[in-house]
């Protein structure tokens, strides 16, 4: 979703409105990022307590793939020209 944006297209003067849509959908980008590094966390939690479930490596490799996924993404953004 970051890389639907180029860094080139976006103004970030405060009196331009001209590229709304674009933040709006890096704003999106970032809340499923997030919220998906919160739902993994979550899952983490859960089958940690849960005796009878999972291991938690499972919760583990969850929350690495998504912060490796959003890491990896922030740096191709950044980084493309």
């Known amino acids: 979703m ?4 180029g860094r080139e ?3 970030y003067s405060p009196y331009e409105e001209g590229e709304w849509r ?3 959908w890096l704003f999106l980008a970032y809340v499923v990022s997030f919220v998906s590094i919160a739902a993994s ?4 939690i ?3 307590l849960v005796a009878t ?3 938690a490596w499972t919760g583990t490799a969850g929350v690495l793939q998504c912060v490796f996924v959003l890491i990896s993404g922030l740096i191709y ?3 493309h020209t």
């Not at 970051?2 to 944006?5: D, S």
């Not at 966390?41 to 983490?44: A, D, E, F, R």
């Open 2 to 5: 970051f890389n639907c944006v």
């Open 9 to 11: 297209d976006i103004d």
């Open 22 to 24: 674009l933040k709006l």
């Open 41 to 44: 966390v979550g899952l983490l």
């Open 46 to 48: 859960r089958d940690a």
């Open 53 to 55: 479930g999972p291991s």
């Open 77 to 79: 953004w950044t980084s």
